[in-house]
C-alpha cells in the first residue's frame, strides 16, 4: 500500500482522546494566551508532550498528560483543541471521527462541567463547518473518581444527547478499579439509553473485556486483554462486539510488548469485529494514515482490508442508520 493513497482514502476513526490529540504548537498558542510556560525550543516541547517508544508501563504514558491538562482550563482553550484535533482529521480524510474527554479533567479553574462540554462541541462544530468532516463526542467518567461525581457525567451524557455527546465511557485506571466496581453507574447509563464504549483489556485481564460487555459496553476501547481469554470470543461474536484496536499506543504502553504477541490477525481470523484508531495523535506521535501502513508493515493488509476495517467502525459508530448508510456509500465508491 502507498502512503499518499492511503491517506487520501476515506477513513473513520472512533477511539481518539482530545487531550491527547492536540498538535504542540496549538498548545503553544493556548498557553501563550494564559501565560503558561513552555519551553521554547520545539524538540523540548515534544518530549514532555510525546511519549517515548519504551514507555515502562501504562503510567509512565499517562504522565505525558499533566503538562496539556494545565493549558486545557478555559473555553477558549477546550474550543482550540476540538478544532485542532478536526483540522488533523481533515488533512487526513477522515470522514467519520468520535472525539472523547473527561470534562471533570477540565474543571481545575472554575469552570462548571457545562461549559466545559459546551466549549468542546463548539471547537468541533466549528471544525466541522471549515472542514466538512463530521463529528461527535463522547464523555468520560475517570475510573479514579467517586461513583456520585461519574453519575453526573452520565447525566450529563443524556442532557447533551441531542447536541453532539453521543455516548460514555470509562477511562484511567482500569487494574485497580475493574468494570464491575461502576454496575450501578452503568445501569443508569443502560436506563438513560446511552451508548457504551469502556475502555478494557487495556492492561490486566481479559475478564475485565467480558466483564465490559455483561455490563452492556457495545464496543471495547483496546481490549488486548482478551487475547488470552480465548473462551470469551464466542461472547465477543455473539454480542457484535467492535474492538477499537490502537497499535502504536499498544505497544507503546506495554499492553504487548512483542509484535508478535499482538492480536490483530488473531481477532480478525477468530471473527471478531475491530477498527483502527490513533488512540493520542500527540502523545503516541501517530496518524490514521500511520496506523494503517503499520498494518500494512506488519501484516501485509490490502487497501480491501483496509475498507473492511473502516466499514467495521461505521457498522460501529454512535450514529443513525441513515447517517451510516450515507458513510458506507462515500467508503465503497471511493476504494
Known amino acids: 500500500m502507498k502512503r499518499e493513497r492511503v491517506k487520501k482514502l476515506p477513513k473513520i476513526e472512533l477511539h481518539c482522546h482530545l487531550d491527547g490529540s492536540i ?9 501563550l494566551q494564559h501565560n503558561i510556560y513552555l519551553p521554547s525550543e520545539q524538540d523540548q516541547l515534544k518530549n514532555l508532550l510525546v511519549a517515548p517508544q519504551d514507555c515502562q508501563n501504562l503510567s509512565d504514558y499517562l504522565e505525558r498528560f499533566d503538562l496539556v491538562l494545565t493549558c486545557l482550563q478555559t473555553e477558549s482553550a477546550l474550543k482550540a483543541a476540538a478544532f485542532d484535533v478536526i483540522s488533523q482529521a481533515a488533512e487526513e480524510n477522515i470522514y467519520y471521527i468520535e472525539v472523547r474527554f473527561a470534562p471533570s479533567l477540565h474543571t481545575k479553574k472554575g469552570l462548571s462541567l457545562p461549559k466545559v462540554i459546551t466549549a468542546v462541541l463548539a471547537g468541533l462544530e466549528q471544525g466541522q463547518q471549515q472542514f466538512g468532516v463530521k463529528s461527535n463526542a463522547l464523555l468520560c467518567g475517570m475510573r479514579h473518581e467517586e461513583l456520585s461525581d461519574i453519575a453526573k457525567i452520565v447525566q450529563l451524557a443524556d442532557t447533551f444527547k ?6 460514555f465511557d470509562l477511562a484511567g ?16 447509563v443502560e436506563q438513560l439509553k446511552i451508548p457504551l464504549t469502556l475502555h478494557a483489556g487495556e492492561c490486566g485481564c481479559g475478564q475485565n473485556v467480558a466483564d465490559a460487555v455483561y455490563l452492556g459496553a457495545k464496543r471495547i476501547g483496546h481490549g488486548i486483554a482478551v487475547k488470552d481469554s480465548p473462551n470469551y470470543f464466542p461472547l465477543l461474536k455473539e454480542k457484535d462486539i467492535l474492538i477499537e484496536m490502537c497499535p502504536t499506543s499498544n505497544l507503546q504502553t506495554k499492553t504487548v510488548t512483542t ?11 477468530a471473527g471478531i469485529k475491530v477498527c483502527i484508531n490513533t488512540d493520542n495523535r500527540t502523545v503516541s506521535n501517530t496518524t490514521l494514515t500511520d496506523e494503517f501502513m503499520k498494518l500494512y508493515e506488519w501484516y501485509g493488509i490490502t487497501y480491501a482490508d483496509m ?3 473502516n466499514h467495521n467502525a461505521i457498522n ?5 442508520d441513515e447517517e451510516k448508510r450515507t458513510l458506507h456509500e462515500q467508503l465503497t465508491n471511493n476504494y
Do not use: C, H, M
Not at 162 to 167: A, E, L, P, Q, R
Open 307 to 309: 475498507e473492511q476495517l
Open 259 to 269: 509484535l508478535a504477541d499482538y492480536p490483530f490477525r488473531l481477532f480478525l481470523d
Open 316 to 320: 460501529g459508530a454512535f450514529i443513525s
Open 173 to 188: 485506571n482500569e487494574l485497580d478499579f475493574p468494570p464491575y466496581t461502576f454496575e450501578e453507574t452503568l445501569g443508569l
Open 162 to 167: 441531542t447536541d453532539g455527546i453521543v455516548g
Open 23 to 31: 498538535r504542540p504548537e496549538t498548545l503553544r498558542k493556548i498557553a
